[in-house]
């Protein structure tokens, strides 16, 4: 599983945090998502995958 | 039950197309239509007040899903035709153009339609906001005008405003309550919101009733008060709330009462499901029926519905979530504001406009706000997450 984000989309939700921290964080100033991982482990992509779904903004791609 | 070999998702828009997407993402392999009243693709709303209206986007940009990306969903998008009837033991959905569609199972993501004024289609110059097409023809109107008038003081009310006025609009809001999102977000945060929008530039003439709208020859010219003002405007739009699309499923036999109303299980009747903003489900851990107008609720209830329309068997408890942009200030909702919350700043400075507060009613937390302090805010999304586990649920 590969993950992309687009930071320009992302409206810093957070959404992507409650359900992957193990991939996602935001940065302290503006809450903007940061990629953790682009390349989870596969026991995470279940994770990921609700992360990308919940993403208010469809600001993450995921490549299998 | 086992999986249905149809499903028709009635509506096409985020929730429609995100339990669409859900039901392939979980291995559905049967038929998929999926039914919408507007002409366009599946798109998104929420810049519609924002990014759409001020012309920082084109129109198009606003599509939830490339062309590509939904001709691998292989579902058969039916567009511009709105469903105007349900025969719900047969599961078959009638539409404006004569159509009858049945399936195993219907979801139905109908979403809502603004609330109006009467007599309001009849004159120029007067909008709502809802479908891509009235963001639209709102910024057409707006580029050729120079006084607008918003009448709401909710979310999208004070969104417009504040774009509207970036625009270079004089823009006057008026509504009922005191302050922009009073009703949403408590007396003490709504005051400060007023504070900001009086300092930008927005005229505030809030606290008193709209009864109608004057026109001339045609056209609007103000909106009246109660109080006997007018309001003078070149252009109006009317953004007093809206209401769940269910007109079309009277006489179904379905429960409507501020919505579909469904069980824990976003279950409306055996194989129909309602997801969105016209689901009005049962929220185990709040132990009441609960109807949620954002974004977030779209994706995450249409995850569950999928789940469930394939035979599972879950409840939907989610944590409810809200944003809202305007000028500068970006406020973050987690969980339920009661109006008359104790609120407590827990990080941040007010004063600096950054801060996460908690509300909490009887002692307990009941939801977390934040103010342009992103991060912050979620960490405290915890706080709501273990207030309802202390819920016993309701049997």
């Not at chain 2, 062309?67 to 539409?95: M, Y």
């Not at chain 2, 404006?96 to 049945?102: C, D, K, Q």
């Not at chain 2, 409810?320 to 700043?345: N, R, S």
């Amino acid at each position: 599983m590969k993950v992309t984000i687009d930071q320009d989309k992302c409206v810093a939700s957070g959404q992507c945090v409650v359900a992957a921290a193990d991939v996602f964080d935001q940065r302290d100033e503006d809450g903007i998502v940061v990629l953790l991982n682009p390349d989870p482990p596969a026991e995470q992509a279940a994770d990921v995958r609700h992360a990308a779904v919940v993403c208010p903004a469809l600001a993450i791609h995921i490549e299998d | 039950m086992n999986a249905p070999s149809s499903v028709l998702v009635v509506g096409a828009s985020a929730a429609g197309l995100a339990t669409a997407e859900a039901l392939r993402r979980k291995g559905y392999q049967g038929g998929l239509t999926v039914l919408g009243a507007e002409p366009h693709l599946p798109y998104d709303r929420p810049p519609l007040s924002k990014q759409v209206l001020s012309g920082a986007w084109d129109p198009e940009r606003v599509q939830l899903r490339p062309q590509t990306a939904l001709s691998t969903l292989d579902a058969e998008f039916i567009l511009a035709d709105p469903a105007v009837g349900l025969d719900a033991a047969g599961r078959t959905v009638h539409t404006a153009s004569g159509r009858a569609l049945r399936a195993d199972a219907v979801v139905v993501a109908t979403g809502l339609r603004p609330r109006t004024f009467a007599g309001q289609a009849e004159l120029a110059g007067v909008h709502v906001l809802r479908t891509l097409d009235d963001a639209v023809a709102l910024r057409a109107d707006l580029l050729a005008s120079s006084r607008l008038v918003v009448v709401g003081e909710g979310v999208l009310g004070a969104e417009i405003a504040a774009t509207a006025h970036g625009m270079g609009l004089e823009v006057t809001m008026a509504g009922p309550r005191p302050a922009p999102l009073a009703g949403q977000i408590g007396p003490s945060v709504a005051g400060m919101l007023a504070d900001l929008h009086t300092e930008r530039g927005v005229r505030l003439r809030l606290g008193a009733g709209v009864s109608g709208l004057t026109g001339h020859q045609g056209r609007v010219t103000g909106v009246r008060l109660d109080t006997g003002e007018v309001l003078p405007a070149d252009v109006v739009v009317v953004a007093i709330g809206a209401d769940p699309a269910t007109e079309w499923l009277t006489g179904s036999g379905l429960r409507l009462d501020n919505g579909l109303v469904c069980d824990s299980r976003c279950r409306a009747a055996e194989g129909i499901y309602a997801v969105g903003d016209v689901a009005r489900w049962h929220h185990d851990k709040l132990g009441a029926l609960l109807r949620l107008e954002n974004r977030t609720n779209a994706s995450e209830q249409a995850g569950i519905v999928a789940a469930n329309v394939l035979g599972d068997d879950q409840p939907y408890c989610p944590v409810p979530y809200f944003w809202t942009d305007q000028f500068d200030a970006k406020i973050q909702v987690h969980g339920v504001l009661p109006v008359d919350a104790e609120v407590t700043v827990v990080d941040g400075d007010q004063a600096a406009r950054r801060f996460v507060a908690l509300y909490r009613r009887d002692g307990r937390v009941t939801g977390v706000l934040g103010w342009n302090m992103p991060k912050q805010t979620r960490l405290r999304r915890q706080d709501v997450v273990d207030a309802l586990s202390d819920l016993v649920p309701a049997p």
